[in-house]
């Protein structure tokens, strides 16, 4: 089972900063790395596909960059709806199909 | 637009069964395949289990095989999550999740997008 490591659990940003997350897997996911944003009460959406791509209407101050086992997502100028925990999820090895444990990004 | 729609969740004992659906709208239903993944109170994202699109492939966690069978009826739109034996761990709400590679998976990629979720409760 691949084990996927977040860092740091929470980071604390003031609103236009850049927020930089790291994912990090345990072995080799190639670009096979997902990112989603999840706020209290709500279901998770999907943010980034293919370790880069952006998914449907994600804004373009979302990033994601890495292949192998090193990740980031980086949210450019944070805005006040980005404050949530973001968890990344590996589809290369299978199954299982493996989450990070989540950052929590908050405001400084 | 695509739809996802969880129900059948609730109390239940330890040891209790519990049958969750699914129903989806907006795309080919029969074409992609489907999971569900579930979230403790306070944790992180488990996958628990997974189908292909014609139902002929399935995929479970370790936590849950032997347990939790999941199925699906293509002529109903709807995924479904049975499950037997459950343990006070097994309590969290359950998302139902489309496959976001799109047509023609046997197998899940990433997940989009995620139904709002059905809350399973285990405890005596």
């Known amino acids: 089972e691949i084990v996927m490591t977040q860092s740091p659990a929470t980071l604390s940003v003031s609103p236009g900063e850049r927020a930089t997350l790291s994912c990090r897997a345990s072995?080799?996911?190639?670009?096979?790395l997902a990112w989603y944003q999840q706020k209290p009460g709500r279901a998770p959406r999907l943010l980034i596909y293919?370790?880069?791509t952006r998914a449907t209407g994600i804004p373009a101050r979302f990033s994601g960059s890495g292949s192998g086992t090193e990740f980031t997502l980086t949210i450019s100028s944070l805005q006040s709806e980005d404050f949530a925990v973001y968890y990344c999820q590996q589809y290369n090895n299978w199954p299982p199909w493996t989450f990070g444990q989540g950052t929590k990004v908050e405001i400084k | 637009e695509v739809q996802l729609l969880e129900s059948g969740g609730g109390l239940v004992q330890p040891g209790g069964s519990l049958r969750l659906s699914c129903a989806a709208s907006g795309f080919t239903f029969s074409n992609c395949a489907m999971s569900w993944v579930r979230q403790a109170p306070g944790k992180g994202l488990e996958w628990v289990s997974a189908?292909?699109?014609?139902?002929?492939?399935?995929y479970y966690a370790d936590s849950v095989k032997g347990r939790f069978t999941i199925s699906r009826d293509n002529s109903k739109n709807t995924l479904y999550l049975q499950m037997n034996s459950l343990r006070v761990e097994d309590t969290a709400i359950y998302y139902c999740a489309k496959d976001g590679w799109g047509s023609g998976s046997y197998r899940p990629h990433w997940f989009d997008p995620w139904g709002q979720g059905t809350q399973v409760t285990v405890s005596s």
């Open positions: 293919g370790a880069s």
């Open positions: 072995q080799s996911v190639s670009s096979n």
């Open positions: 189908i292909s699109g014609s139902g002929g492939s399935t």
